[in-house]
């Protein structure tokens, strides 16, 4: 299993601000979109490159361009939408996969509504975004059902962790990376991550 913490400065300070309980929505939405930004820039660092001959105003010259099949970006609904925005922005060209499970409350089990992947996800990268690896079960059934239709490629990509959350999924996929701006203490009875920064969808969307 592989855990990488994104301990850069700029995320750090981020995340810091959106932990607090008086950040408004407007303001966290702002920095999800933010350190989206920085998040892809790590999960994407060691991307295979090519070459390509090109003619800059001076002169040919051969220039290094991504290869391999386009990206995917797998949102896990409706949170993982804050992540994908961003990423979208820094990688225009990626595919994306909408997977929509919510957490009933009470099992705190995945329930799938909703799920829309490209067809020919086999040869691609997938990276599965949701901000809060929490119980870890939605990031699991999320990658089961991916590597069902063929997906053998595939990252993980949240905002903050919960021990027990990464417990949980590298006993399921542990040949799936997981990326993290934090890992937290834990998780409470309600399967909140403390000290968190409480139901990442309503602060965004300003549902509570
Ligand atoms: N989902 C959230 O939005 N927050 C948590 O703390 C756990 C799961």
Redesign the pocket.
Known sequence: MSVTVVSHPLVQHKLTIMRMKETSTASFRRLLKEISLLLCYEVTRDLDLTTTMIETPMQPMESPILDGKKLVFASILR?GNGLLEGMLDLVPAARVAHIGLYRDHKTLQPVEYYFKAPEDIVNRLIIVVD??L?TGNSAVEAITKLKERGASNIRFLCLLAAPEGIKHFAEVHPDVPIYTAAIDEKLNED???VP?L????DRMYGTK
């Open positions: 949170a901000p809060m929490a399967g909140y991550i968190g409480g139901d990442a969808g």
